[in-house]
């Protein structure tokens, strides 16, 4: 499955960049900007891009051309709480468009920061992106299946554990030895397999 997921991926990142309805746009004078994930939702580990596409108000009302050579005196950076990153811009096969590769780290807020010029008119914007989610939104079966089949298998090791002491106690099994050593020695077996039950539930609610 997982193969499978980064041949997908590898094919997007291969082609040119696709349009999303999450991006976030704004308008300095005439120049319209627009920000935001390749891949969406993005998700916290894997590979994604940083999409921005450069429009210009024409003299016709709706009407926008796209903008070339942007990052001729342009930089971009990308935040994170109080950590940034200086983007490495490249540009799309589709005119007006740009990317820069990352893989966030982190789940949350991520914003874009442009700041410089395009055509004269100085740009200084800080743009937010779409939250990072976790690996959760993806994940199949959710992880708690495997947590729910856990708790299956030890409770049909616990009942196991109690019908052998039940069995024993009783007499139902029995233990043939001149004295108790085998007795005690099976007392033991028991006492262990009860052990190694208390640990694995330990390592089950660690994991939770």
Do not use: C
């Not at 935040?79 to 589709?94: H, N, T, V, W």
Request: proline letters at 5%; aromatic letters at 8%; charged letters at 20%.
């Amino acid at each position: 499955m997982k193969i499978l997921l980064f041949i997908l991926m590898g094919i997007l990142f291969t082609g040119a960049i696709s349009p999303s309805f999450a991006h976030t746009t704004v308008n300095v004078e005439q120049l319209q900007i627009e920000v935001g994930w390749n891949l969406e939702p993005p998700v916290e580990g894997i590979r994604n891009n940083i999409v921005l596409k450069f429009t210009e108000r024409g003299d016709v009302e709706g009407q926008y051309t796209s903008v070339i050579n942007v990052f001729k005196n342009l930089d971009a950076k990308i935040f994170y709480g109080g950590a940034s990153k200086s983007l490495d811009i490249e540009s799309d096969p589709k005119p007006g468009y740009y990317f820069s590769k990352i893989i966030p780290t982190k789940t949350g807020t991520y914003e874009v920061e442009l700041k410089g010029e395009i055509k004269g008119i100085p740009i200084d914007v800080k743009i937010p992106v779409e939250d990072v989610e976790p690996t959760s939104v993806l994940d199949f079966p959710p992880k708690s299946s495997q947590g729910d089949a856990d708790v299956s298998a030890l409770k049909n090791a616990i009942s196991s554990l109690q019908q052998d002491i039940t069995k024993l106690k009783s007499g139902e099994t029995t233990v043939q030895s001149e004295d108790s050593s085998s007795y005690d020695f099976a007392i033991f077996g028991i006492s262990i397999a009860g052990a190694a039950i208390i640990l694995a539930v330990i390592s089950l609610v660690k994991r939770k």
